[in-house]
């Protein structure tokens, strides 16, 4: 194609993008020596399971197991390694962290890349707020391995060595939009898709007949919050409303918010975390809402784990959170795409090319 840029193994490429991977190379070095040390165990899962999660928005890759009789069993590359870990918690482990390959289908662009890598860790036993502080601890250790004072997004910067700003989802959309959140949630997770429509063309937002509370929850959200946060240093939402946190348990504070929190630095989303919710039947009811969502809005369903579902009935108490690794190199190290940080990236066909201008 002519004027495309040179492919990722020309040499001359490769030398730009070298210093990058290496620091990936410290990062994750450094990573297994900081877990090592506070002894957790990494595992392995597989990446290939029977569901790839029941998330509404994640698009999987599907394959099939050819048998021995060569029937064909629906197969799904993971989306997330965070079934499998969990299962290994039920199983008796009591710290684990992954660091996985994972695949998401209809992401890519700057910020994402249909193969990546997901750090995950697990706490058994342990509050969610722990995790807020390993964050702390693992966003110094990223900069440290690049040798980097700031992260740097964008001409965005954020220090990653600063006490993290925490801010509740109510508060976010009070400071960033006007939006009283919590008046449009009941206590039992009902939510008023009217009130928060009638909140959202006041901001100015676009507001459509079929859209859901959650359609409108994600616009504002989007619009209005996210690219707000993480400047000059790193952000803590926390406390999402429950229709908003699939796999979380509610907060005993409030239960129309679950213990739910995602870490920003310039902009960007870079983690997301639970207290997890081990209640094998109100998963299930939220798993069957978030595929009646995906059945509407893309026309298709995922099937639920229902071994998932066993071990959820032995899984102590436990906190976990993913964190995309790449995106993490990424602001480390002050890279423009995410490709950068990628040693080997997927070859981007025609159409996503032309999606990507």
Known sequence: ??????????????????????????????????????????????????????????????????????????????????????????????????????????????????????????????????????????????ADEAKARSFRFRGRESDPFADFERLTLAEAFERHAGIDLLATIEPGGGTDRDGLAAAVAACGLRVAADDSWADLFSRVLVALIEPKLGDGRPTLLYEYPVSEAALARPSARDPRVAERFELYACGVELANAFGELTDPHEQRRRFEIEMAEKARIYGETYPIDEDFLSALAIMPEASGIALGLDRLVMLAVGAPRIDDVIWTPVAETPAAMDGNA
């Open 1 to 142: 194609m002519t004027g495309s840029p040179s492919p990722w193994w020309a040499p001359h490429r490769h030398a730009d993008r070298r210093p990058a991977l290496l620091a990936r190379n410290r990062i994750v070095a450094a990573l297994r020596r900081h877990f090592a040390a506070r002894d957790f165990v990494e595992v392995e899962a597989a990446a290939l399971q029977v569901s790839p999660g029941n998330e509404a928005h994640l698009s999987a890759f599907a394959t099939s197991a050819i048998g021995h009789d060569g029937a064909a069993s629906p197969l799904y590359l993971h989306t997330s390694p965070e079934f499998a870990c969990k299962k290994l918690l039920a199983a008796g482990e009591t710290r684990l962290f992954s660091l996985a390959r994972v695949f998401r289908n209809r992401e890519r662009g700057p910020l994402h890349h249909p193969e990546f890598t997901m750090l995950e860790w697990y706490r058994a036993g342990e509050d969610y707020e722990v995790l807020m502080r390993d964050c702390a601890d693992i966003l110094a250790l990223a």
